[in-house]
């Protein structure tokens, strides 16, 4: 008896002291019970897909949002593509028009990217977009423009400043000394606090003065030697400042917090394609994964390697059926459009979409005990208990779902909602009898492909 109550008085210790860890561990601001984090993440968790712009004075080298790490231009040598930003064909209702019917339901742009320069009317810097002579705000009617068409607005801002005379040269910077002895020398007249106030300042005008922003993307951590991570950031207290202003803003994993469980919102694997849901300690977290056309963000002229309508469109079903959200990047030319490319991109998506949107939005994983048919992706939807299944390659005439018997009542062709019919193979003998496993079920397909880029079968669940 003895023993049982020692025994059990300490596992209650235990607990208790692992329950006051946890609870230490969390600051009191960061709260929040996991059914108030669920409702503030349903829309984007439904919505699934969102147009990532990349936009800036970098559009005009247009070779890459990095031209000025990769090429080591100085400040000076940089002002020239500032001094000539005038994006006279701007119009970002065209955007917005683009995106929606590219069937995108919300928008992340760069509000400043890691060159510093900012596209709004910062009071607290001159490196902006009023200063060039286009002399114009260009968030303000983006986000305006975007709202109108139902879109949610989300902005990126940009961890690093490779402009902010305070920001300390690092491993990454484009300029400063590459000797460390005269790098630690230089980084003495650079004062960190005085970045980490800037950026809470750029923050809160950010947050304040567009109204409610669904998300925010921060970018990005590279913690370690002559780097720069959580501390330098002070990434608690900024988290803290964008809680504040904006309750039900979604935040990215960027801030170097991946080690709690209140410093983020959802994980950001960036042009790869994860093999399965992302986990987190032992647990499928909210994702989002953000893509290219091509290889580069910013407007990239001389850039090959664009990706098909088809890769694109397999590309978002694959990440649906992982559970996760696609963020799909325009880079806005230096006149302040779209290039050809990206438009032929954005209306074959969006013609896939208009007749498969179903597939995708509300959207998930399929259920473990539902197998996927060869060559074949599946998308789930579980308020309206239905599953789709999206045909990479068509198969001649029969489809074989394994294990479905029973589990379905209709089956239909989404682009144009004709019926399938379907039936388990039973009887045996003639030659022309398909051989099948005893719960399979068999849809009749059409011969002909239908004519979309993927086609759907929409299956109405029991
Ligand atoms: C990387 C790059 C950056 C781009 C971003 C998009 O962090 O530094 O150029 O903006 O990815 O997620």
Redesign the pocket.
Known sequence: MKKTGLLLSLLFVAKASCFTVSAQDTPAWAKETRDRKEQRMAWWTHDRFGMFI?WGIYALPARH??VKRNEKISDEAYQRYFERFDPDLYDPKEWAAKAKAAGMKYVVV?TK??DGFCLWDSKYTDFKVTNTPYGKDLIKPLVDAFRSEGLRIGF?YSLIDWHHPDFPYDRLHPNGPSDPEARKTANERRDLKTYRQYMKNQLTELLTQFGAIDELFL??SYPGENGKGHQEWDSEGLLKLIRQLQPNILVDNRLDLDHTDWGWDFV?P?QFMPQEWPVVRGQRVPWET?QTFSGS?GYYRDEYTWKSVHQLVVMLIEITSKGGNLLLNVGPTARGVFDDRANERLAGIGKWMYYHHRSIYGCTQAPDNFKVPQNCLLTYNPSAKRLYVHVLEWPFKSLHLPGYEGRFKYAQLLNDGSEIRFHTQTQAGSHTTENSREDDVILSLPVERPNVDVPVIELFLE
């Open positions: 990349h949002e990095w760069t990217h890691h990126y970018d990005f950001t960036e953000c963000w």
